[in-house]
């Protein structure tokens, strides 16, 4: 239930348009309109009765969420919505609810692997969000071996030109000659792919296999599947859990 009159991007984040910090983007970048007046004033307010358009199609809140997973092939983009592409990985999820979900984080078009997608907002921000430290897991390929200490200065934090706060790593594991395993916490904008350019490596193959609890197993390249309801609890919990004990 939604207690009106309501924040903008609160009743944009229940109706399905991604987390309430990528609902403010999209409200300064002058994309949403209600009672056909376009708004970019983050401190704006709803009424029940108000028509809210996103990119001139209408919103309205949703009372179920739906979360789902799907292995993203390469060259394809998270986002919904971007006039320079035309594959968009929510096009894969053929399912009557695909209009409300968003991506829960990024993965660039380059890489494939696991991406989640829902409707709930609050859950969103909350995988999203750093302060949450929520374990992203890639097996990354490269055109040489990872050498063990490069990693470990990667683990240490390495500052990059276009960011004032380190890129790290929060651990990896050394599978083999071709293989290496790396978890981020933070996820900032292909943070592994920077970190391994500054080193003098090309990434041949970057693939994420997990996020928090939820891991891509034996899912096949551009299908989907519902998350389970174990799943779902544990995305819920765990990151307050972690957050607690720090």
């Not at 209600?34 to 809140?61: C, S």
């Not at 053929?94 to 989640?116: M, T, W, Y």
């Not at 790290?168 to 292909?190: M, P, Q, V, Y």
Request: hydrophobic share 35%; glycine share 6%.
């Amino acid at each position: 239930m939604i207690d009106y009159p309501v924040r903008l991007q609160v009743y944009m984040a229940k109706s399905g348009c991604g987390s309430r910090r990528h609902c403010e983007t999209l409200i300064e970048a002058g994309r949403v309109m209600v009672n056909m007046q376009r708004v970019t004033t983050l401190g704006t307010k709803v009424d029940e009765d108000d028509v809210v358009m996103v990119d001139g199609q209408t919103i309205e809140p949703v009372n179920r969420f739906f979360y789902f997973a799907l292995n993203k092939p390469r060259g394809y983009v998270s986002t919904n919505y971007d006039p320079n592409e035309q594959n968009f990985a929510r096009d894969l999820l053929d399912i009557p609810q695909k209009p409300l979900l968003f991506n829960v984080g990024r993965l660039d078009k380059d890489s494939s692997g696991l991406l989640l997608f829902t409707n709930d907002g609050e859950l969103t921000q909350k995988l999203s969000h750093p302060s949450y430290e929520v374990e992203k897991e890639y097996l990354v390929s490269a055109n040489r071996p990872i050498a063990r200490g490069d990693l470990e200065e990667m683990r240490r934090g390495v500052y990059l030109p276009d960011n004032k706060l380190a890129y790290r790593i929060h651990r990896f594991e050394i599978l083999g000659s071709k293989w290496t395993r790396i978890i981020l916490t933070e996820g900032k904008n292909r943070e592994i792919r920077k970190l391994l350019e500054y080193f003098d490596y090309r990434i041949i193959e970057l693939i994420r296999v997990r996020v928090g609890p939820v891991e891509l197993e034996d899912l096949k390249t551009g299908h989907w599947r519902r998350l389970t309801a174990e799943e779902v609890r544990l995305l819920r919990t765990e990151p307050d859990k972690k957050r607690r004990q720090r």
